[in-house]
Nanobody, 122 residues
Framework: QVQLVESGGGLVQTGGSLRLSCAAS????????MGWFRQAPGKERDFVAA????????YYADSVRGRFTISRDNAKNTVYLKMNSLKPEDTAVYYC???????????????WGQGTQVTVSS
């Protein structure tokens, strides 16, 4: 059993920044690849970013590459998503996820967090 709890969402203006956090408990955090997904109203849940168990490899959706940075601190059992240059199109509920490999995280996820709302105003 693994529990994932997101935090750090909120309301920001276009061009602003936020840092999301996802705290894990229940299993060995470093055994899992971690990632972030987001879902806007009326749309499917989309992949945002992923990071390998070691932190040595990261992957990003084209829409966020260069603006968002995923990182992890295994000592704190926490994964982060630093979001810069935010746009209204980034408005969504952001979900933390854990799976066996970062390269397959889009299709093979073992655990989900409950989500945190990010709203970017014009």
């Amino acid at each position: 059993q693994v529990q994932l709890v997101e935090s750090g969402g909120g309301l920001v203006q276009t061009g602003g920044s936020l840092r999301l956090s996802c705290a894990a408990s229940g299993r060995t955090f470093s055994s899992y690849a971690m990632g972030w997904f987001r879902q806007a109203p009326g749309k499917e849940r989309d992949f945002v970013a992923a990071i390998s168990w070691s932190g040595g490899n990261t992957y990003y959706a084209d829409s966020v590459r260069g603006r968002f940075t995923i990182s992890r601190d295994n000592a704190k059992n926490t994964v982060y998503l630093k979001m810069n240059s935010l746009k209204p199109e980034d408005t969504a509920v952001y979900y933390c996820a854990a799976g066996p490999q970062a390269t397959t995280l889009r299709d093979l996820i073992n655990y989900w967090g409950q989500g945190t709302q990010v709203t970017v105003s014009s």
